[in-house]
T-cell receptor, first 112, second 117 residues
Framework: AQKVTQAQTEISVVEKEDVTLDCVYE???????LFWYKQPPSGELVFLIR??????QNEISGRYSWNFQKSTSSFNFTITASQVVDSAVYFC?????????FGSGTRLLVRP | GAGVSQTPSNKVTEKGKYVELRCDPI?????LYWYRQSLGQGPEFLIY????????DSGLPNDRFFAVRPEGSVSTLKIQRTERGDSAVYLC???????????????FGPGTRLTVL
């Protein structure tokens, strides 16, 4: 079965704290893609990153970083020095058989 | 160029009524997807079109839901005898043609918020 689990329903931090959002996936495919999307209160889905299953290198983009570990089927997302504008719902997703399979999301609240 | 557009942006209807939701994909994109996002959940796959044909409709919840794409461009999601549980945001996405294991980026529209009273 193809499945994405985001165990953290809601996280609240104070501005400038670091925060890690967890994502665990299940797939039988040997080739697959993993994603993170941001959904701010306005509702649109904002693409953040895509990784394929052959590239386990961690990635950093500004304050964002991603840790992909096939051994634990995890693709975690860290925001360093969080800001109020980071407040949103974040979704992890898996691409399998033409479709995106989303987790249930983690709501991040960054308080000033 | 223009992104994926969806109309209407909001639709309020009464239980038992029929609704149509429209999606205009990015020009030239042969693949089109419908997802449904219920409150507090992630988007869930409904149906995938490659050209005019539905290549995978395994996510449609029941036979009240139907989608068409007669000319391989615009798609319409049709819901008969709406129920309160159908209330959700319906998202459309399009991409250039991909393969089962090779991903081509799916560009999402802003969604249609459907409320069934």
């Amino acid at each position: 079965a193809q499945k994405v689990t985001q165990a953290q329903t809601e996280i609240s931090v104070v501005e400038k704290e670091d925060v890690t959002l967890d994502c665990v996936y299940e797939t039988r495919d040997t080739t697959y893609y993993l994603f993170w999307y941001k959904q701010p209160p306005s509702g649109e889905l904002v693409f953040l990153i895509r990784r394929n299953s052959f590239d386990e290198q961690n990635e950093i983009s500004g304050r964002y970083s991603w840790n992909f570990q096939k051994s634990t089927s995890s693709f975690n997302f860290t925001i360093t020095a969080s800001q109020v504008v980071d407040s949103a719902v974040y979704f992890c997703a898996l691409y399998s058989s033409y479709k995106l399979i989303f987790g249930s999301g983690t709501r991040l609240l960054v308080r000033p | 160029g223009a992104g994926v557009s969806q109309t209407p942006s909001n639709k309020v209807t009464e239980k038992g009524k029929y609704v149509e939701l429209r999606c205009d994909p990015i020009s030239g994109h042969t693949a089109l997807y419908w997802y449904r996002q219920s409150l507090g959940q992630g988007p869930e796959f409904l149906i995938y079109f490659q050209g005019t044909g539905a290549a995978d409709d395994s996510g449609l919840p029941n036979d009240r839901f139907f989608a068409v794409r007669p000319e391989g461009s615009v798609s319409t999601l049709k819901i008969q005898r709406t129920e309160r549980g159908d209330s959700a945001v319906y998202l459309c996405a399009s991409s250039s043609s991909g393969t089962r294991n090779y991903y081509n980026e799916q560009f999402f529209g802003p969604g249609t918020r459907l409320t069934v009273l």
